[in-house]
């Protein structure tokens, strides 16, 4: 696996690649999910591309940028061990050199929920990804659910810029009893991890009620909201439209459920998806059979 921390070298590198290039971008700190997404790009490309890099533009103030966990040496073993070919890993100032003022806005999409409640955030994800897009040049981008707003930020921006890069949405992982896994797991106590798991029941219950036919909002919320278990706490808790995330008025599926329950300093982001009346569920990409592949820039 080839090493290199500045775009220039990123993209030398990354057009000598063999196309079609899957692309998993991460922050680091790699667990089962990044390794799904990186196993996911290997089926569907000839080449795989990994990032690693902590946004500071993603950070507000006052969040986790300085404590957020760092393990390169063993990030890179398992990206190592997965059949990376190319691991991208830049230095903050590389990224954003001194002068830097760009910023990507994806608008609405970008205030409501996470947005709301993290001002800038999803600028700085779309401004970084725009960057990362712009030097690997990959096929495909490869996003875990779980970040389900941040999916649905990253598709506008592919598609409002013309981008020539399909985004593809593989299904959150979880542990054994529903916690969807995260780096930010890792700052639970012991009191809130036993708990965290509640988050995906109450939201899998509300999703069940949706399934059965309930289309007014808040019976259909009342079906999961009290199975929360304390310590956590609610942030937010609505259906949405999974394109738009507007709140629904009548919830008919395909619906998305999102969440975010507060565990002390850190939130815990979670959802679930209620499939339409045709089963296609309204996020996530199916996996694809390898000879419908599209290749979307340069040769095979
Ligand atoms: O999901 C993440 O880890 C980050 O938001 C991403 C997409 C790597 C951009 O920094």
Redesign the pocket.
């Known amino acids: 696996m080839q090493t290199v921390r500045t775009p220039g070298s990123a993209r030398a590198i990354a057009r000598t690649l063999k196309r079609p290039v899957g692309l998993v ?3 680091g700190a790699l667990h089962e999910g990044h390794l799904a997404l990186v196993r996911r790009a290997r089926a569907e490309n000839a080449s795989v591309i990994a ?1 690693i ?1 902590v ?1 500071p533009l ?1 950070f507000g103030p006052g969040e986790d940028y300085e404590r957020y966990p760092r393990a390169f040496a063993r990030d890179f073993e398992l990206l190592e061990a997965e059949g990376v070919d190319l691991l991208y890993a830049p230095a903050a100032e590389r990224m954003y050199r001194p002068g830097f003022s760009t910023s990507i806005d994806v608008g609405k999409l970008g205030t409501v929920f996470e947005g709301a409640r993290r001002p800038g955030h999803f600028t ?2 779309a401004t ?2 725009a960057k990362l897009l712009d030097a690997l040049e990959p096929t495909s981008l490869y ?2 659910q779980k ?1 389900v707003q ?1 999916t649905a930020v ?1 598709r506008q921006l592919v598609s409002d810029l013309d981008l020539p890069t399909n985004v593809v949405v593989a299904p959150t992982v979880r542990e054994p009893d529903g916690l969807a896994l995260s780096s930010r797991n890792a700052y639970l106590s012991q009191a809130q991890r036993h708990a965290a798991p509640s988050l995906h029941r109450a939201l899998a219950a509300i999703a069940a009620a949706i399934a059965s036919g309930v289309t007014e909002p808040a019976v259909a919320l009342a079906a999961g909201a009290p199975l929360l278990e304390a310590p956590l706490e609610w942030d937010y808790l609505a259906i949405v439209d999974p394109q738009s995330f507007a709140p629904c008025e009548r919830c008919e599926p395909p619906a998305l459920v999102v969440a975010v329950a507060r565990a002390g300093a850190t939130r815990l982001l979670d959802n679930v998806t209620v499939p339409g009346a045709d089963g296609v569920d309204p996020i996530l990409t199916p996996e694809r059979p390898l000879r419908t592949r599209v290749e979307l820039r340069g040769p095979a």
Do not use: H, I, K, R
């Open positions: 971008p991460t922050m990032s890099f946004n993603q700085g994800v970084v990804v996003l875990g970040d941040q990253l």
